[in-house]
Every structure is written in structure tokens, then in C-alpha cells.
T-cell receptor
Framework: GQNIDQPTEMTATEGAIVQINCTYQ??????LFWYQQHAGEAPTFLSY????GLEEKGRFSSFLSRSKGYSYLLLKELQMKDSASYLC??????????????FGTGTRLKVLA | EAGVAQSPRYKIIEKRQSVAFWCNPI?????LYWYQQILGQGPKLLIQ????????DSQLPKDRFSAERLKGVDSTLKIQPAKLEDSAVYLC????????????FGQGTRLTVV
């Protein structure tokens, strides 16, 4: 089966660092994505990992361990505007050239002044 | 490049009524997804099209939900009759066929069933 787990809520202080974890189980893993979603808005792409290791993109980094079925999103120098939900999504192979994106329930991050 | 377009943005209907949502994906994107996102939850895949064919509709409640993508471009999702538990945001997303890029989302349609 397919399963994606991430914490429901996290709270952090402006300027701090926060790590949001995601564990997954899928049958045809072909990449892990992190999306940011502000309340009432569509998810927007943050990062993508298909190989093990760390991908860095400005204040955001994402890590993947395929053998452990584990990823995390690291947010540095937190700003108030980072208050949002962070969705972990796995791309699962369906058939030749086709994939589906399976989402976790999302982690609501509150950044406090 | 224009993004994924969805309409309407908001819809309020009474239970047992019918409703339809429209999505126009990014030009050239062969794969189109409809997701249902209930408040406080992550998006749940309802149906996936590749061109005008259905790839996966295993989580679509087929007794009341239907979707089509007749010409392999825009798509319509319909609910008939609606239930209170259908209140959610319906998100449309698209990707290039075989692409290693992300899925691009539309703004969504927020449905309230009263």
C-alpha cells in the first residue's frame, strides 16, 4: 500500500531553524516533493529529491533517504511569511511515462514573533 | 506561460444538487489530475487522465462523481447529487508526460454544500 506520514503541527520562532519530517511507503517510488500551501491558496512547489542526499535552495533544504523511506524539509532563518502548511508528496510510478502524486496530510507551521 | 486555470473559484449549493468544475491545464501537459482537499487534510487524488484516457480513478466515488477530458485538453468534474461531506477544495493539477518536473496546481474551487 501507500502511506505518507508527517507531523500535524509545528511551532517555531522567527529567525530559527525548523525541520519537518516525512516518512513514506510506496510501491513505485520515483521522487519526493515538498510543497508549500498558504491558507486558501493552491500548493506551490518548493523542492524535489529523487536521489539520496541533500538539495539546497536558498533558505530551504530537503533531504532524502530512499532506504529508510524518509525525507525532511529544513527551513532556515524563519520569517513570518513561512507560516503555512507544508505538504510532503511522493511521485509513484503508474505505467510507462505516467506517475501519480500522493500527498501526506500536511504539517501546519506557525512562526511566532 | 499561463498556469492551470480553474473555475469557478467558489460555489455554494444545497445537498442533493449537482455541480460541475472546469479545469484547463498548462498547454502541452498530457497528464491532468483532480484532487479533493478537505479542510486540514492533504490533497486526495480522485482521478488522473493521460490525454483523454483515465489512468487511475480508484478513489473516485463513482456513484456520484464523474469526470471527463474528451479532447485531451480541458476537463470537467461533476458531482451529482452532492452530499454535505463533499464540502472541500477541488484542485486540478497537470504535468508533462513522463516529466521529471513537479505537478502544477490551479487555484482550486472551494465547494460548500449546505
Amino acid at each position: 500500500g501507500q502511506n505518507i506520514d508527517q507531523p500535524t503541527e509545528m511551532t517555531a520562532t522567527e529567525g530559527a531553524i525548523v525541520q519537518i519530517n516525512c516518512t513514506y511507503q510506496t510501491s513505485g517510488f520515483n521522487g519526493l516533493f515538498w510543497y508549500q500551501q498558504h491558507a486558501g491558496e493552491a500548493p506551490t512547489f518548493l523542492s524535489y529529491n529523487v536521489l539520496d542526499g541533500l538539495e539546497e535552495k536558498g533558505r530551504f533544504s530537503s533531504f532524502l533517504s530512499r532506504s529508510k523511506g524518509y525525507s525532511y524539509l529544513l527551513l532556515k532563518e524563519l520569517q513570518m511569511k513561512d507560516s503555512a502548511s507544508y505538504l510532503c508528496a511522493v511521485r509513484d510510478w503508474v505505467n510507462s511515462g505516467t506517475y501519480k502524486y500522493i500527498f501526506g496530510t500536511g504539517t501546519r507551521l506557525k512562526v511566532l514573533a | 506561460e499561463a498556469g492551470v486555470a480553474q473555475s469557478p473559484r467558489y460555489k455554494i449549493i444545497e445537498k442533493r444538487q449537482s455541480v460541475a468544475f472546469w479545469c484547463n491545464p498548462i498547454s502541452g501537459h498530457a497528464t491532468l489530475y483532480w484532487y479533493q482537499q478537505i479542510l486540514g487534510q492533504g490533497p486526495k487524488l480522485l482521478i488522473q487522465f493521460q490525454n483523454n484516457g483515465v489512468v487511475d480513478d480508484s478513489q473516485l466515488p463513482k456513484d456520484r462523481f464523474s469526470a471527463e477530458r474528451l479532447k485531451g485538453v480541458d476537463s470537467t468534474l461533476k458531482i451529482q447529487p452532492a452530499k454535505l461531506e463533499d464540502s472541500a477544495v477541488y484542485l486540478c493539477a497537470s504535468t508533462l508526460l513522463g516529466s521529471h518536473t513537479e505537478a502544477f496546481f490551479g487555484q482550486g474551487t472551494r465547494l460548500t454544500v449546505v
